[in-house]
């Protein structure tokens, strides 16, 4: 089973920043989009930004547009989520993924994110 390891996870203040990476085998990140979702406790796991390597677009929630950057760095096949000004509601498990846009198929193990 291909496995995406992130990293980048931990407890911050609110106003915060942190980065995530996810590395991936090559052969899955070069797959049409790659992912971060989160999912907080007793919450429902949700699309946070997503880039889709054949339109060059990435998108993001309405919720972090303005906050988080996501980006690729193809020579080290990782995925990066900057994060900045991170406030309570970001509290939660954060996972890389990667696959068809429409069709997530190899994820990682999650990293936990923290504000208080």
């Known amino acids: 089973h291909v496995q995406l390891v992130e990293s980048g996870g931990g407890s911050v203040p609110t106003g915060g920043s942190l980065k995530l990476s996810c590395t991936a085998p090559a052969y899955a990140y070069f797959t049409a989009c790659m992912a971060w979702f989160r999912q907080a406790p007793g919450q429902e796991r949700e699309l946070v930004a997503s880039i889709d390597r054949d339109l060059r677009d990435k998108t993001y929630d309405d919720s972090v547009r303005a906050r988080f950057t996501i980006s690729l760095d193809n020579a080290k096949t990782t995925v990066y989520l900057q994060m900045e000004s991170l406030q309570p509601e970001d509290t939660a498990v954060y996972y890389c993924?990667?696959?068809?846009?429409?069709?997530?198929?190899?994820w990682g193990q999650g990293t936990q994110v923290t504000v208080s």
């Open positions: 993924a990667a696959g068809p846009c429409d069709e997530y198929r190899e």
